[in-house]
């Protein structure tokens, strides 16, 4: 599939481990990896607006989920303001999920939602309509959106030892993933005239054959870049290395290579960097943050790689402790967030106390800091400067 607006670039590799440094340009700007993509849920960041997203040095987000964006505000109102970049304000680059996930979720309720060979089936939590997501019609979504790389739809594989549902879901996943290429090939670009890339994704929990067949199949189709997923993916980080391990022989080096969820800790960002994947997203660093766990760690180098090393437990201050009060430090010395930069420990702690949103404003500008600094650092080693 060529795809010249989607240009990438391998630009260093790392002289012992799999990690590197890829460029790619999209029709709304370049992208460095590794990069951290926080999560705009549902068109927006909690707390965050673009200016803090670029602020934090962020060149690419996830600007929604597909299942969300059709339940609120609706696709007729994300084209009638231009698509979610214009709807945003948001001008780097962009990527959506397909929605799979979230109809996985669901599905452990049958009563809500059903998922068969045509996709699945759900209702509409408010106005009780039913919808229905199939692979063309996640993309057609995904097309209305607008985003630079777009997900195919996938059925995300729980966490079971129940191979031949494991193996059932995977299957799926190859064919629609056949159908949304088919689809990609005849519609590459947004209703708003811009080449999308498409991303497929290697499923198959934690059995290890079939993630093999997974990613042979999937790097078999000639797609704009390769994602792993599934239950264990970000949640379970040995058993998510190890899959990476598995998968990695069958990735081809020219392609970018996305963990989905990945990114509880700045350490689990340099654990699969290490492996030799280039993006990641999770929700968790914002999540954290409005809970007022604020990461708090340095990177040390060792042995020509990285470790995010703490005194705190889990890598986090957690600011509601008492001992904060009266404390006139940053939250991290030397960080460069604006948060480090203008307040205190002391100040932070009396607005979390106070429920103030300001709270969850600057901390979650300091957890994505973090994230994206450790990615920054990342770069850096492997460029070798
Ligand atoms: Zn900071």
């Excluded at 280039?278 to 042995?303: K, Q, S």
């Excluded at 949103?357 to 979650?364: E, G, I, N, P, V």
Aim: glycine fraction near 8%.
């Amino acid at each position: 599939m060529s795809n010249p607006a989607f240009n990438t670039q391998l630009i260093a590799r790392h002289p012992r481990l799999a990690a590197r440094v890829m460029k790619t340009t999209t029709p709304h700007g370049e992208f460095l990896t590794p990069h951290f993509m926080p999560v705009g849920t549902r068109a927006f960041l909690n707390y965050l607006t673009p200016a803090d997203l670029v602020q934090t040095d962020s060149q690419i987000i996830l600007g929604g989920n597909t299942y969300h964006m059709l339940l609120s505000p609706g696709l007729e109102v994300i084209q009638a303001l231009g698509g979610m970049h214009k709807m945003m304000n948001w001008s780097g680059a962009m990527l959506t999920d397909s929605g799979g996930y979230q109809v996985f979720s669901l599905s452990k309720n049958s009563k809500i939602c059903q998922i068969n060979e045509e996709g699945a089936r759900f209702k509409h939590p408010i106005n009780g309509q039913i919808i229905h997501l199939t692979p063309h019609s996640s993309l057609e979504a995904q097309k209305v959106i607008g985003a630079d790389i777009i997900m195919a739809f996938d059925q995300c594989t729980p966490d079971t030892l129940d191979k031949a549902l494991v193996q059932g879901a995977m299957d799926r996943t190859h064919r629609w993933l056949l159908q949304s290429k088919a689809y990609q090939e005849k519609h590459p670009h947004s209703v708003y005239g811009f080449p999308q890339a498409l991303f497929g994704i290697i499923q198959g929990s934690y059995f290890r054959d079939l993630r093999e067949e997974s990613a042979r199949f999937v790097t078999s189709l000639d797609l704009d870049g390769i994602a792993i997923g599934g239950e264990t993916i970000g949640y379970d980080m040995q058993k998510t290395v190890e899959i990476i391990q598995w998968v990695q022989p069958y990735l081809p080096q020219d392609k970018l290579r996305y963990t989905m969820g990945v990114g509880l800790s700045p350490q689990d960002l340099i654990d699969v960097v290490a492996e030799g994947i280039d993006m990641f997203d999770c929700v968790a660093p914002t999540r954290n943050a409005r809970h007022g766990a604020l990461y708090h760690g340095h990177l040390i180098e060792e042995n020509g790689w990285l470790r995010f090393e703490s005194d705190m437990e889990n890598a986090r201050i957690q600011i509601k402790k008492s001992l904060y009060a009266k404390e006139d430090q940053p939250i991290l010395n030397g960080c460069t967030c604006y948060t480090c930069q203008h307040h205190s420990r002391g100040y932070l702690h009396y607005l979390f106390k106070t429920q103030s949103l300001a709270f969850s404003h600057l901390a979650c500008i300091h957890n994505i800091h973090v994230m994206q600094h450790t990615c920054q650092t990342m770069q850096k080693l492997i460029l070798g400067h």
